[in-house]
């Protein structure tokens, strides 16, 4: 069998990969896995945890969802939910995997709606103030400059109401 | 052509874009893959006109109205993804820049899409958000108060945000670095990615950088997070640099110079030969070596010449005619 990548040499290393939802397994030589290696997707969990994390659950009974029609193992074969009932239809199965791809399972983000109006560089801006006034407060504490500190303790108090 | 390039962006020696993309559903409509009603699909489109389309700068194209030529244009200026791209439902709303878009029926039934030149990410999630806000005002979106927003993969459940920013990062790939920004990235939820060439080599030490994580956490502390990494990794980028000019001096300054000079003599040149030498350039004018171009001339230089930009900007030239005009274009921009 020919590497896929560069169509030139034989394919000695088989890797399973989960790109847009699909399962593809590509077949490369030596040399293009180790390169592809250096510049592949890196992300702090694998889609390969994710999909195992399906893998070991139980299937002995499928589940349908009844606005869809997407099925429980359709759904651990290609990741993609169906429709916002899916979601209610296969909690059991969605959660655990949510949360370790996750924070948590509890959004804390926006409602539909809602406007944000970020200011990034502002908060950043006061984590470093904040930072830097925990640093001059410890400083005072050890050199017995309490009145300081006080007030330095009572700035950083102003700082942490304002970042909501 | 990508017309929301501008001269002087905000970190522009180091940081290409920052882009935001929000993934959106209707309630009550199957996701992409399960829709089958061919009233469902139109009422994903008729619903984004009727919200969007109120702000006179917005255009809407029905895919299956374009040209295979010019689809692929916009999968190299990154405004469609390819995916959406071979979908015969889809849509796309933008905006006279492109620096907004819409895609309509690809995995979800929207991605909000905002892109801003250099490291922007208040600027690019507020025109997101405002689109976002258009769109919820006339639609009722899948929502579930514990999930967030539904989407058809449950990776992007939650707020539905990814963040982005390209960067140009030739030094660290030249010094081995990029290993080390993987590894302090993924620690902090993000990935990165090669941002030329699919998953295979990263062609012209172009990345990206994004959030992983969406749901548990807010847009803010999403926003945050990926400014605090990007600023890490563009001082990391800067100070490599700074080390290498040090360390290599003359031979630095020649490659880079090298680079120009075939670029400004060559008669043909491929797409990717073009990209390594223009990222060598880049580097160069970080340095500054080169006073007579900017980073934004080069990065706009290099999306125009990638193959179907190229083409559909003169005459569909055929792929053999495309090195050709391609070396023309370079000669015309390094002839200083
Ligand atoms: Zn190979
Ligand atoms: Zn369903």
Redesign the interface.
Known sequence: MLCD?CLKNNATVHMT?F???QIKTVHLCGQCAA??K????????SFND?MSAFYDTDDSADVVCD????TLLEFKK???????NC?RVFETS?LP??KG?????????????????????K??ESINKKEELKKAMRMAISTENFEEAARLRDEIAILEKEGD | MPRWLEDNAPESDVVISTRIRLARNLADVPFPSKIRKRSDIELVHSSAKDCLLKASEFKYVRLSDMSELSKRALTERHIISNELARKKDGGLITSGDESISVLIMEEDHYRLQSISAGLAINKAYNAADHLDIMLSDGVSFAYDEELGFLTSCPTNAGTGLRASVMLHLPALTAAKGIQRVIAMISKVGMTVRGAFGEGSEASGAFYQISNQITLGVSEKEILMRLLTTANKVIDFERHTRRELYRNLGIALEDRIWRAIGVLRNARKMSDVEAQKLISDVAFGVALGFVPKLSSSTLYRVMMDTRPAVLAEGNNSAQPQQRDVVRADILRKVFDI
Not at chain 1, 38 to 45: E, Y
């Open positions: 990548e990969t790109v847009n939802g390169k592809r250096q510049t592949a997707i890196i992300p702090g969990f994710f606005i869809c029609g997407t290609t990741g993609r939910l169906g429709c916002a979601y969605i995997v949510l791809i996750h924070m948590n399972n509890k959004h804390t983000g926006k409602r539909p709606g809602e406007r944000l109006d970020i200011d990034i560089e908060a950043e």
